[in-house]
């Protein structure tokens, strides 16, 4: 596996998950630097106000032996491959989860949230 400098530049990765067929990773991540701290203000005061926070998080679909990058989901979180490895399931900021194809990261089927 190649060093992912450039990519992950400024980003703190919090989840990396391998496809089942070990060519393409996943990971879950948010912005970090100066951008950070307005995101932390902006959060703080609409949790304060009663509004929803709005994420910062990314998720980068990465060829495994290059380290090249195929796609990139914004706003995203918690990515798992499906058993085949040919689409990618997300967690939203609003609870819903995203069936995505593992390719382009484009919408193939949307789950409201379950309470």
Do not use: C
Request: proline letters at 6%; a positive charge; aromatic letters at 6%.
């Amino acid at each position: 596996m190649k060093n992912l400098r450039g990519y992950t530049d400024n980003l703190g990765i919090m989840t990396l998950r391998f496809s089942p067929d070990s060519r393409t990773l996943a990971l879950t991540g948010y912005r970090r630097g100066p951008k950070l701290l307005m995101t932390q203000i902006r959060d703080t005061t609409r949790n304060l106000l009663g509004w929803k926070p709005k994420y910062d998080h990314e998720i980068l679909v990465l060829e495994a032996a290059t380290g090249r990058r195929l796609a990139r989901a914004v706003n995203s979180t918690r990515p798992f491959y499906s058993p085949d490895g040919t689409a990618l399931a997300t967690q939203e900021p609003d609870g819903s989860t995203r069936l995505r194809d593992i390719d382009t990261v484009t919408v193939k089927r949307e789950e409201p949230r379950v309470e």
